[in-house]
């Protein structure tokens, strides 16, 4: 006698769907940048350079919106990941929960905001300690005769005036990235847990995966 497929997975002591999984990772996405402590904060992208090889680095969430599943995170144009994002747009987002345990995959399509009202809402709420990198006079990753912290070195351990920071408003990128498919992996000795999330149809398609 074949047993009926279960439609929840037990976490602790809740029991979850696939779509209470899918609404709690977001909501775990859209508190993060507000939380000091989250794990979410900062992730790992993933890109492709020009010869086809894989990059990767840690960025820092800055906003996240729910309803359009669409992330958001700040560089300096000139960074080498702009460059990969122009040539092709799709990356990939790791996030980790330490804590939990959980693990998320996001596939995205990124759209960069440079000039137009986006960036400059964003660079307006960019307090004088972020602003601070970007004035680097150098482009990321260009090689250097001596170490170089990232800024004009008289500033030192000194924050720019709000006018001073203004001064890198030109190197200021804003990176929209839209969430087209979320893997879920949550890591316990009962069990893994793992599904995927596609939003790229006009309804969500969610499904349980094998570990």
């Known amino acids: 006698m074949e047993s009926t497929p279960k439609s929840t997975v037990r976490t602790g002591i809740m029991d979850y769907s696939l779509t209470d999984l899918d609404r709690d990772s977001w909501q775990q996405?859209?508190?993060?940048?507000?939380?000091?402590?989250?794990?979410?904060?900062?992730?790992?992208?993933?890109?492709?350079t020009p010869d086809g090889a894989p990059d990767a680095r840690m960025v820092v969430l800055r906003q996240v919106d729910e309803t359009s599943r669409t992330l958001w995170f700040h560089t300096d144009v000139r960074a080498q990941k702009v460059t990969h994002l122009h040539r092709n747009p799709q990356a990939v987002l790791l996030f980790w929960d330490e804590k939990e345990q959980v693990q998320l995959r996001c596939r995205v399509s990124t759209t960069i905001h440079t000039t137009d009202a986006m960036a400059n809402e964003q660079w307006a709420s960019t307090w004088e300690g972020s602003r601070k990198m970007y004035l680097s006079e150098h482009e990321p990753g260009s090689s250097?005769?001596?170490?170089?912290?990232?800024f004009p070195?008289?500033?030192?351990?000194?924050l720019p005036t709000r006018d001073e920071s203004e001064a890198g408003r030109t190197n200021f990128a804003v990176v929209e990235c839209r969430v087209l498919e979320m893997d879920y992996l949550h890591l316990s000795r009962a069990g893994q847990t793992r599904a995927r999330f596609d939003y790229g149809g006009e309804t969500v398609s969610r499904q349980w995966l094998a570990p």
Do not use: W
């Open 144 to 150: 250097q005769l001596e170490p170089y912290p990232g």
């Open 153 to 158: 070195a008289y500033f030192g351990e000194k």
């Open 29 to 48: 996405l859209h508190t993060a940048p507000s939380q000091k402590d989250s794990y979410f904060k900062t992730f790992t992208m993933a890109t492709t």
